[in-house]
């Protein structure tokens, strides 16, 4: 099964956005995930700390669709700016 990122800015309507990347080995999204979401907050002009991103396990029907279904969560990653607020909920 083919694999893919997704990306969310925690202000930008809170959607999940779908990069163009897709592997068939989710380790080297896994792996780079954090370049991903700095490539993606200085292409939008976005703050990379209130960026969110997932490594999802897809359909190939999915391959190039815009919208962000997929089988299941491999990874994720919070934004920086949540990961804070919940630390300092839990304080």
Known sequence: MPFAIHLKHDTAHRTWKVLSVVTFQPEC???????????FAQEHQMNRDQVAARVV???????????????RIVHEV???????????ATA
């Open 57 to 71: 396990e897809i359909s190939r029907d999915q391959i190039g669709a815009r919208k962000p279904e997929f089988i």
């Open 29 to 39: 999204l896994v792996q780079d995930i954090d370049a991903y979401k700095a490539m």
């Open 78 to 88: 919070a934004s920086h700016a949540n990961q804070n607020r919940s630390a300092v």
